[in-house]
């Protein structure tokens, strides 16, 4: 049986088009997080999207459906199978829109709350920046707890309406069918996972997707 990790939440209904794919009926008032196909091939779990690369890298599943983000901030090694362009977003720092050093970042040492730590490590390097680490809302304390923030950021919708602005964009994401790292295993049910998943792709070819690539694990 080949085990498969899909998200919950605000992509639940792209998990839902994908399980049917599969042959496993399931609708959006269900409260389960388990499924299974009529011929026992599959084993699908939802689960939180940000939960899903850690279970992958345990071992305890053969497929994931996951965001790059989550991906880049766990540095779980995986081998990406199909982009999905699901949802799009961008990793960027956020900054009060009343700065009047339009284009660059204020000049000393800064504050930065992020709900995504590892990645503001790795890509704020050096002793400028203080890390707040925050479980959500990042939006919040830019410009008053903060002196940034760096978030997802797709609309751009939500750092508007706080009088933010993207002082830097640092890289962009998507949503992609990766296989755990090792696993070669073949077949017609392994076939039939990446089938399913290429059928609910929205851009296969899309610019965000070939862009992340390189930065995943």
Known sequence: MIRILV??????????????????EANWEERGYHYGDPGKNFQVTA?????????????????AI?????????QVPCKP???????????????????SRSGSLPAGKLSVATSLPG??????RGETYVLRT????????AGTITDLALDCVESGETARANALVVAEELFRCDVRLVRRAGDHS????VQ???RAAASTSLNPTCQFASETLSLLP
């Not at 998200?7 to 496993?24: A, V």
């Not at 990645?119 to 704020?124: C, D, K, S, V």
């Not at 073949?186 to 049910?189: N, Q």
Request: aromatic share 10%; with cysteine.
């Open 186 to 189: 073949e077949g017609d049910a």
């Open 81 to 99: 199978i199909i982009p999905l362009c699901w949802y799009h977003t961008k990793i960027c720092l956020l900054r009060p829109e009343t700065n």
């Open 66 to 74: 996951v965001s790059d983000e989550w991906l880049i901030e766990t």
């Open 134 to 141: 925050v479980t959500g809302a990042v939006e919040a304390y």
């Open 47 to 63: 689960l939180k999207l940000q939960d899903i690369p850690q279970v992958l890298g345990d071992g305890l599943a053969d497929f």
């Open 119 to 124: 990645i503001a490590q790795w890509m704020l």
């Open 192 to 194: 039939c996972v990446i």
């Open 7 to 24: 998200p919950k939440g605000r992509l639940w209904s792209h998990s839902l088009r994908y399980m049917r794919e599969l042959g496993i």
